[in-house]
């Protein structure tokens, strides 16, 4: 017997998969790199993008907030 759920739990689970990879990809881009500056290793920090901060920042307020 078919689930009459399935088609929403595959459609959740794609969306929740989709949503960790592009997690995974912004963490992957804002990491360190090493690299060389004057002949010194150093390790390069990304720019970030303007509004990241004040978003993260929003949504971890929110989230600390009584309902």
Do not use: F, K, N
């Not at 959740?12 to 995974?24: K, S």
């Amino acid at each position: 017997m078919l689930d009459p759920e399935l088609p929403e739990r595959t459609t959740a689970r794609r969306v929740e998969l989709d949503g960790r990879e592009q997690l995974a990809d912004e963490r992957a881009s804002a990491a360190p790199m090493p690299g060389q500056v004057g002949g010194q290793a150093v390790m390069l920090i990304p720019q970030r993008a303007p509004g990241v901060e004040e978003a993260r920042s929003r949504r971890s307020t929110s989230a600390s907030l009584p309902p």
